[in-house]
């Protein structure tokens, strides 16, 4: 069984600087997909950013951007030019091949509150 | 806009009383999931639907059913709710298949109180 480690539950960054989310996997899979999702209070989950394992070249979406080490099996969010609006939770999300019998079912970490001060 | 839509938002329940959400989509995924957050814990599957085939994860309780009548909709039952099942359950989508598999679409989800 896959499992999702993030050993942050709380992180918080001053506006406009940088934050680093860390997460750690465990898989035996070759063929998988990683995600970051956000939850802000509203509770709604949305999808921040996302890699392919086979990709070897780090995902970066906006100020969003990953360090993805498949060796290491560590899978990091880094936040640029923070803003008050990326105060909430994220989750780090494991997907594996869905042409098994996954069927893209999600394995999420414990979550890391995230906060941005003014 | 919306393309997950739970209802309702906020629900309470009484101890043992049947309970019932909902959750559709204008997305046509081919897979439905529910699952179940406990307060600022990670969300937990309890179920999924691939097309019409239910899969029932080994750890959910009997006391938790599922029913999707058509691609658009899926249901959450809850025979007899405790409470210890208080929680925000959350439904999710996806498209699955050779070559086609997208990340999840989640709902806003609904956040179930029992008293």
């Known amino acids: 069984a896959q499992t999702v480690t993030q050993s942050q539950p709380e992180m918080s960054v001053q506006e406009a600087e940088t934050v680093t989310l860390s997460c750690t996997y465990d898989?035996?899979?070759?063929?998988?997909?990683l995600f970051w999702y956000k939850q802000p209070p509203s509770r709604q989950m949305i999808l921040v950013i996302r890699?392919?394992?086979?990709?070897?070249q780090n995902a970066t979406e906006n100020r969003f951007s990953v360090n993805f080490q498949k060796a290491a099996k560590s899978f990091s969010l880094k936040i640029s030019d923070s803003q008050l609006g990326d105060a909430a939770m994220y989750f780090c999300?494991?997907?594996?091949?869905?042409?098994?019998?996954?069927?893209?079912?999600?394995?999420f970490g414990q979550g890391t509150i995230l906060t941005v001060h003014p | 806009d919306a393309m997950v839509i739970q209802n309702p938002r906020y629900q309470v329940t009484q101890f043992g009383k049947p309970v019932t959400l909902s959750c559709s989509q204008t997305l046509n995924h081919n897979v439905m999931y529910w699952y179940q957050q406990k307060s600022s814990q990670a969300p937990k599957l309890l179920f999924h639907y691939y097309d019409k085939d239910f899969n029932n994860e080994a750890d959910t309780p009997d006391n938790f059913q599922s029913r999707r009548p058509n691609t658009s909709f899926c249901f959450l039952d809850i025979r007899s709710p405790g409470l210890g099942d208080a929680a925000m359950y959350l439904c999710?989508?996806?498209?699955?298949?050779?070559?086609?598999?997208?990340?999840?679409?989640f709902g806003q989800g609904t956040r179930l109180t029992v008293v």
């Open positions: 999710a989508t996806s498209k699955v298949g050779l070559g086609m598999n997208t990340e999840a679409f």
């Open positions: 999300a494991y997907r594996g091949n869905a042409g098994g019998t996954s069927y893209g079912k999600l394995t």
């Open positions: 898989t035996s899979e070759s063929d998988y997909y």
């Open positions: 890699q392919e394992a086979y990709k070897q």
